[in-house]
């Protein structure tokens, strides 16, 4: 017996497309997320922010890409070379093998051929980004203990401790979604959202979610794993070039695979409200809209809060949002039960 | 006799107690007083200068860069050459060479005229005494303030430099801006 359904309806040529699609999409997008967030920063700061490369300035991460490529490969001499070079590699496949769940859409026939508008939609589809998003965490840790410097292993070693903390709220804040559709499927999530989103009737967990993913994805105001004043830069201090390119990357990929399990959990993925039904093209811009969304409230969180202390973290952590996260799970589940029964 | 601290006794405002549920109930609620406040910033819109294109109008009173005068009708320079504004320059950057004017060769109004007038630009310090200095109003500080160049020789002003109309010019700030 499987542990896992994965659900494949397509010829294998057109599972390939999809892979360099989203592929080419996610990493086509991270650029401008980049810049967008450059310049709505500065809007909350009453300035343009970056505006001289290109047209309204949407050339600067070309800029400075080209200028990061450009750069020497330096390595400390008492980093760990194999893992200095792994870290990065494991931070951003495992936030682009994350990104391949995010539903952008039901499955259309597209010239005849049944065709879904995702990477793939496995039976278990949380725990699969749960599972990556715990891989992710090797990437942080090894690059910071790797790295062979004091700032880069402090910066690891809250990253350890703030990720697995948060990440236990952020799985038990799923849970009452999960109970609520019935299903693990995440386009069967979006499908039992066709009456009411699920952030109404769930409305702590969408909090607990949201709150938890600052922490996961290392976002102000739970940057301690970066804390550019006191660390540096965390687990990438001795990073240089494409190596800090692909974390940055990776740190937003992140950012965007969490905009996108929000928007599917809570938000209705593809669907509008009011029973308004667009033609199926739409789907993928409802969502990629839905997120950027999600992602303007993360910049807007951003440019607000200052970043919390090590304690403070870690007794909101556990003392309020996982007990929060645990109660919603049992209202959630008492609920459900008395309803069905 | 004890000492009783009277008006002066300062008043400590302690932070509130930390506490996980109440320091939580607390920062909920300043946050959203915080993003209020952040967001209130993106309604007010932006506040910057582009500079190289934009630029800050100054006051009519702005030091900058020096300029000579002739006189409208004849033409002829102001600069007498007396010298008093290198004598009142404070960081000694203005050398004055004064000539004698002939019949055939006239440059100033008055009997000597300035052959040489240079301003060392680079040591000036824009104090305006060398304005107050000047007699004849030859030499008043400009609205320019944009003078950078690649090389100390090159901020010498001569006097024909000085004389001619500044290539950039400042925007003057209108009243009551």
Same mark, same amino acid.
């Given at each position: 017996?499987?542990?896992?359904?994965?659900?494949?309806?397509?010829?294998?040529?057109?599972?390939?497309?999809?892979?360099?699609?989203?592929?080419?999409?996610?990493?086509?997008?991270?650029?401008?997320?980049?810049?967008?967030?450059?310049?709505?920063?500065?809007?909350?700061?009453?300035?343009?922010?970056?505006?001289?490369?290109?047209?309204?300035?949407?050339?600067?991460?070309?800029a400075?890409?080209?200028?990061?490529?450009?750069?020497?490969?330096?390595?400390?001499?008492?980093?760990?070379?194999?893992?200095?070079?792994?870290?990065?590699?494991?931070?951003?496949?495992?936030?682009?093998?994350?990104?391949?769940?995010?539903?952008?859409?039901?499955a259309?026939?597209?010239?005849?051929?049944?065709?879904?508008?995702?990477?793939?939609d496995?039976?278990?589809?949380?725990?699969?980004?749960?599972?990556?998003?715990?891989?992710?965490?090797?990437?942080?840790?090894?690059?910071?203990?790797?790295?062979?410097?004091?700032?880069?292993?402090?910066?690891?070693?809250?990253?350890?401790?703030?990720?697995i903390?948060?990440?236990?709220?952020?799985?038990?804040?799923?849970?009452?979604?999960?109970?609520?559709?019935?299903?693990?499927?995440?386009?069967?999530?979006?499908?039992?959202?066709?009456g009411?989103?699920?952030?109404?009737?769930?409305?702590?967990?969408?909090?607990?979610?949201?709150?938890?993913?600052?922490?996961?994805t290392?976002?102000?105001?739970?940057?301690?794993?970066?804390?550019?004043?006191?660390?540096?830069?965390?687990?990438?201090?001795?990073?240089?070039?494409?190596?800090?390119?692909?974390?940055l990357?990776?740190?937003?990929?992140?950012?965007?695979?969490?905009?996108?399990?929000?928007?599917?959990?809570?938000?209705?993925?593809w669907?509008?409200?009011?029973?308004?039904?667009?033609?199926?093209?739409?789907?993928?811009?409802?969502?990629?809209?839905?997120?950027?969304?999600?992602?303007?409230?993360?910049?807007?969180?951003?440019?607000?809060?200052?970043?919390?202390?090590?304690?403070?973290l870690?007794?909101?952590?556990?003392?309020?949002?996982?007990?929060?996260?645990?109660?919603?799970?049992?209202?959630?589940?008492?609920?459900?039960?008395?309803?069905?029964? | 006799?004890?000492?009783?601290?009277?008006?002066?006794?300062?008043?400590?405002?302690?932070?509130?107690?930390?506490?996980?549920?109440?320091?939580?109930?607390?920062?909920?609620?300043?946050?959203?007083?915080?993003?209020? =406040?952040?967001?209130? #910033? +993106?309604?007010? &819109?932006?506040?910057?200068?582009?500079?190289? *294109?934009?630029?800050?109008?100054v006051?009519?009173?702005?030091?900058?860069?020096?300029?000579?005068?002739?006189?409208?009708?004849?033409?002829?320079?102001?600069?007498?050459?007396?010298?008093?504004?290198?004598?009142?320059?404070?960081?000694?950057?203005?050398?004055?060479?004064?000539?004698?004017? =002939?019949?055939?060769? #006239? +440059?100033?109004? &008055?009997?000597r005229?300035?052959?040489?007038? *240079?301003?060392?630009?680079?040591?000036?310090?824009?104090?305006?005494?060398?304005?107050?200095?000047?007699?004849?109003?030859?030499?008043?500080?400009?609205?320019?303030?944009?003078?950078?160049?690649?090389?100390?020789?090159?901020?010498?002003?001569?006097?024909?430099?000085?004389?001619?109309?500044?290539?950039?010019?400042?925007?003057?700030?209108?009243?009551?801006?």
């Amino acid at each position: 017996m499987s542990l896992a359904i994965a659900g494949y309806f397509e010829p294998w040529w057109i599972q390939i497309v999809k892979a360099l699609l989203i592929f080419g999409v996610a990493l086509g997008i991270l650029p401008l997320i980049i810049v967008y967030e450059r310049k709505l920063l500065g809007r909350f700061q009453g300035r343009y922010g970056p505006n001289r490369v290109g047209p309204f300035g949407l050339l600067q991460p070309l800029a400075e890409i080209i200028k990061f490529a450009t750069k020497e490969d330096v390595r400390p001499v008492t980093s760990v070379g194999p893992l200095f070079v792994l870290a990065p590699v494991i931070s951003i496949i495992t936030a682009v093998a994350a990104f391949a769940l995010v539903p952008f859409g039901d499955a259309p026939h597209i010239f005849g051929t049944r065709v879904g508008l995702y990477g793939v939609d496995p039976s278990i589809g949380p725990l699969y980004v749960f599972a990556f998003g715990a891989i992710a965490f090797y990437g942080l840790m090894l690059g910071g203990w790797a790295s062979g410097s004091k700032y880069s292993f402090l910066g690891a070693m809250r990253a350890a401790a703030q990720l697995i903390s948060y990440e236990v709220s952020q799985g038990l804040a799923l849970i009452g979604v999960i109970i609520t559709a019935g299903s693990l499927s995440l386009t069967a999530i979006v499908h039992a959202q066709v009456g009411m989103w699920y952030f109404i009737p769930q409305f702590v967990g969408f909090l607990i979610f949201t709150i938890a993913s600052f922490a996961e994805t290392n976002r102000s105001p739970f940057d301690l794993v970066e804390a550019d004043a006191e660390l540096v830069a965390g687990y990438f201090t001795e990073y240089g070039g494409t190596r800090m390119v692909a974390f940055l990357f990776a740190e937003y990929l992140n950012m965007m695979v969490v905009s996108g399990i929000a928007v599917t959990l809570f938000l209705g993925g593809w669907l509008l409200p009011f029973g308004i039904h667009p033609p199926t093209w739409v789907d993928p811009f409802i969502v990629l809209a839905k997120m950027m969304v999600f992602i303007s409230f993360f910049i807007w969180v951003r440019a607000t809060l200052p970043r919390l202390r090590y304690d403070q973290l870690m007794s909101f952590g556990w003392k309020i949002l996982l007990p929060l996260a645990t109660a919603n799970t049992l209202v959630t589940a008492i609920i459900v039960v008395a309803v069905h029964t | 006799m004890t000492w009783s601290p009277g008006e002066d006794q300062i008043a400590v405002q302690r932070a509130p107690a930390p506490g996980a549920a109440g320091g939580t109930y607390r920062a909920f609620g300043e946050t959203l007083r915080g993003l209020k =406040t952040t967001f209130a #910033r +993106v309604v007010e &819109g932006v506040h910057t200068i582009q500079y190289p *294109e934009q630029k800050v109008p100054v006051y009519p009173r702005f030091r900058g860069r020096h300029k000579l005068h002739r006189f409208e009708d004849t033409g002829l320079e102001k600069c007498v050459g007396c010298s008093l504004c290198a004598a009142a320059c404070p960081s000694d950057c203005i050398r004055v060479v004064a000539a004698e004017n =002939t019949s055939e060769h #006239r +440059v100033s109004a &008055g009997e000597r005229y300035a052959a040489v007038y *240079e301003i060392n630009i680079s040591r000036c310090i824009f104090c305006g005494y060398c304005e107050v200095a000047c007699p004849f109003d030859a030499i008043t500080m400009g609205h320019d303030f944009e003078m950078s160049d690649y090389n100390r020789s090159d901020l010498i002003f001569t006097k024909e430099m000085l004389l001619a109309e500044p290539i950039e010019s400042t925007p003057l700030r209108t009243e009551g801006e």
